[in-house]
């Protein structure tokens, strides 16, 4: 099956519509591309999962990316991020116009990227205060007072609307599923990154958690950080709008349009996606047409 998803090419990027339209997108013409990856194979145990992933995240840009359980999205995640079981046999991930694949998972946190996990792991005996203060340090290089990270701390903490007990309690021990939530989005506040990559942040989440989390990644978005929004359903996305949203499936990208596009796969599920000739064949053209 052919790609859909374009890498920029001349200042320009092509972007897929459903209605399978290509247009020049004109909020990309001057930004540079944050993350590149092209033609991405990755295996898990000899397995090929992601099998030609290409996308393109300009500074500041929110792309969702979206597909069933299954399809290789946290693949994509892991990979990113530096997994180690994640080998990458193929393609290239350019962050910053440098070769990420080469990079150790610790020097890609220090470099600005941030991945939030799917399943967030317990770290008994270490607080949550403890913890960001050494991720902080490590992401900016210099250490802050206790004074000046307590300040900073309170008022993202005060947005999330998380109580003060919270930080003497164990890194996700005993959490419950808004609680890891909101201590991801309370490190990313802290650690500033470029890049951040959220997997199914909605997961878990009652309706209160879900706007306060959003509201907190909205607060954060702008020129200086770019969003990798992974979710399973759209529910996140009528608080969060994204410039792009992508279909995953079986390790591909098959459809990329504009925010449009979450709110006709929730009306419609997947099955559409690949089974209509009509979402193939426009595709299909697109790419014949593309550069
Ligand atoms: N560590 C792993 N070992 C073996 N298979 C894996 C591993 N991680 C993912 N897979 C397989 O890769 C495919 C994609 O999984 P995943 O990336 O988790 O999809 P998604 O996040 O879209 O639900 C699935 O078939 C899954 O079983
Ligand atoms: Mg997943």
Redesign the pocket.
């Known amino acids: 099956m052919p790609n859909f998803n374009f890498p920029a090419a001349a200042g320009w990027q092509a972007k897929i519509v459903p209605g399978g339209r290509r247009l020049p997108n004109e909020t990309m013409s001057q930004t540079k591309p944050i993350l590149a990856i092209k033609n991405l194979h990755v295996s898990?145990?000899d397995?090929e999962?992601l099998k030609g992933v290409s996308l393109t995240i300009n500074a500041g840009e929110v792309h969702a990316l979206m597909?069933?359980?299954?399809?290789?999205?946290?693949?994509?995640?892991?990979t990113l991020m530096g997994h180690p079981?994640?080998k990458v046999t193929a393609g290239q991930i350019l962050y910053k116009g440098e070769d990420l694949t080469a990079m150790p998972a610790d020097a890609r946190a220090r470099a600005g990227i941030y991945l939030a996990f799917?399943y967030p792991v317990a770290i008994p005996g270490v607080s949550v205060s403890n913890f960001l203060r050494a991720a902080v340090k490590a992401r900016r290089g210099t250490e802050l007072t206790i004074k000046e990270f307590r300040k900073e701390l309170r008022e993202q903490m005060n947005r999330l609307e998380m109580k003060d007990d919270f930080l003497s309690r164990y890194i996700n021990d005993g959490f419950s599923g808004g609680e890891k939530k909101r201590l991801e989005i309370l490190q990313m506040s802290l650690l500033k990154p470029e890049l951040a990559v959220l997997?199914?942040t909605d997961s878990g989440l009652d309706i209160d958690a879900l706007k306060t989390v959003a509201g907190g990644i909205n607060a954060m978005t702008g020129p200086d950080l770019s969003v990798l929004l992974?979710t399973?359903y759209q529910r996140i996305l009528n608080y969060i709008t994204p410039q792009f949203v992508h279909v995953?499936q079986e390790?591909r990208i098959v459809l990329s349009g504009g925010s449009e596009l979450a709110h006709e796969l929730e009306a419609r599920g997947y099955d559409w996606v690949t089974q209509e000739p009509a979402a193939t064949t426009d595709a299909a053209v697109a790419q014949a047409l593309a550069p």
């Not at 597909?67 to 892991?78: A, D, M, N, W």
Request: hydrophobic content about 20%; proline content about 0%; glycine content about 16%.
């Open positions: 898990v145990e397995k999962i597909g069933r359980t299954g399809s290789g999205k946290s693949t994509l995640s892991y079981r994640y799917q997997d199914e992974i399973h995953m390790g």
